[in-house]
């Protein structure tokens, strides 16, 4: 069973920064992606970044690109999510998510494992 676990979530100002970090355990698959999610309140939960573990291919949606950068550490069996330039609308709660394949990695569907999140707030 993988289980995956956040941490790193806080309060911080506009312009601010803070990394996210995951902890995954139980993997047993190679081609896999990592992906962070966010839910802001009264929003659906939405695709932030994702990463391979093999090549360490990465892709961002494009309300955070230029400002978060996603990164893993194989050997620690652990991604990053690196926050800078931070908005209030950023403030959400951030999930991490595996998945078995490297396909659509934006969709949410598409993953298999998910931790219970990290809160992230953004003040103004």
């Known amino acids: 069973q993988v289980h995956v676990v956040e941490s790193g979530g806080g309060l911080v100002q506009a312009g601010g920064s803070l990394r996210l970090s995951c902890v995954v355990s139980?993997?047993?698959?190679?081609?896999?992606?990592m992906g962070w999610f966010r839910r802001a309140p009264g929003k659906e939960r939405g695709f932030v970044a994702a990463?391979?573990?093999?090549?360490?291919?990465?892709n961002y949606a494009d309300s955070v690109k230029g400002r978060f950068t996603i990164s893993r550490d194989n050997a620690k069996n652990t991604v990053y999510l690196q926050m800078n330039s931070l908005k209030p609308e950023d403030t959400a709660v951030y999930y991490c998510?595996?998945?078995?394949?490297?396909?659509?990695?934006?969709?949410?569907?598409?993953?298999?494992?998910w931790g219970q999140g990290t809160q992230v707030t953004v003040s103004s």
């Open positions: 139980g993997r047993t698959f190679s081609s896999d992606v």
């Open positions: 990463i391979s573990w093999s090549d360490g291919s990465s």
């Open positions: 998510a595996a998945r078995r394949s490297d396909y659509a990695r934006s969709v949410r569907s598409g993953y298999d494992f």
